[in-house]
T-cell receptor, first 116, second 117 residues
Framework: DTGVSQDPRHKITKRGQNVTFRCDPISEHNRLYWYRQTLGQGPEFLTYFQNEAQLEKSRLLSDRFSAERPKGSFSTLEIQRTEQGDSAMYLC??????????????FGQGTRLTVV | AQTVTQSQPEMSVQEAETVTLSCTYDTSESDYYLFWYKQPPSRQMILVIRQEAYKQQNATENRFSVNFQKAAKSFSLKISDSQLGDAAMYFCAYRSAFASGTYKYIFGTGTRLKVLA
């Protein structure tokens, strides 16, 4: 296992289109996180899963965003009716838990979304 | 709600010298974890060092060490013998340790470190 994998690495879409990103976590990790990062800023939390359960979702997250993690393995993040303000790097991370409380999150390389 | 603040948008250090990056945080919790992550240009974030709040001893990883001041809610990163490969964005992050707490990682805005040859 080589780490957290995200696909695609880059996505250019027209405003109003729907996009879907995929994240494959490290296989034994039961926690999976989605973050958004804009240029010069720190990662902003979007949502996280423990196994297949979505335990928390940011209040800043528009209803146009939805995430799933069927069977507690890979996860998808969908953005409907994209807007230019959605342009950002979308980061996925995974970690062990809950018994491994002090473990760090391992990040993927991200999907860079550009909405034109 | 917890917050993490990094007040230095950019820092520079001469190769082989020492630099300290600052981080402060705000929380009402007594037990938590603090992290420093490194994000090289166009590459993924990797963990540099981790500190458990219940431990008084400052964490050290080779050339990287922290100064953890719990009462002051301060968590600075010291990089000794800086190398060109240390150039990156550095993010300070907080995570609750309570079973009933949120397990999301809360990040600061980052400090861009430049290493001068």
């Amino acid at each position: 296992d080589t780490g957290v994998s995200q696909d695609p690495r880059h996505k250019i879409t027209k405003r109003g289109q729907n996009v879907t990103f995929r994240c494959d976590p490290i296989s034994e990790h039961n926690r999976l996180y989605w973050y958004r990062q804009t240029l010069g800023q720190g990662p902003e939390f979007l949502t996280y899963f423990q196994n297949e359960a979505q335990l928390e979702k940011s209040r800043l997250l528009s209803d146009r965003f939805s995430a799933e993690r069927p069977k507690g393995s890979f996860s998808t993040l969908e953005i409907q009716r994209t807007e230019q303000g959605d342009s950002a790097m979308y980061l996925c991370a995974s970690s062990l838990g809950p018994e491994n409380w002090n473990t760090e999150a391992f990040f993927g390389q991200g999907t860079r979304l550009t909405v034109v | 709600a917890q917050t993490v603040t990094q007040s230095q948008p950019e820092m520079s250090v001469q190769e082989a010298e020492t630099v300290t990056l600052s981080c402060t945080y705000d929380t009402s919790e007594s037990d938590y974890y603090l992290f420093w992550y490194k994000q090289p240009p166009s590459r993924q974030m990797i963990l540099v060092i981790r500190q458990e709040a219940y431990k008084q001893q400052n964490a050290t990883e080779n050339r990287f060490s922290v100064n953890f001041q719990k009462a002051a809610k301060s968590f600075s990163l010291k990089i000794s013998d800086s190398q060109l490969g240390d150039a990156a964005m550095y993010f300070c992050a907080y995570r609750s340790a309570f079973a009933s707490g949120t397990y999301k990682y809360i990040f600061g805005t980052g400090t861009r470190l430049k290493v001068l040859a």
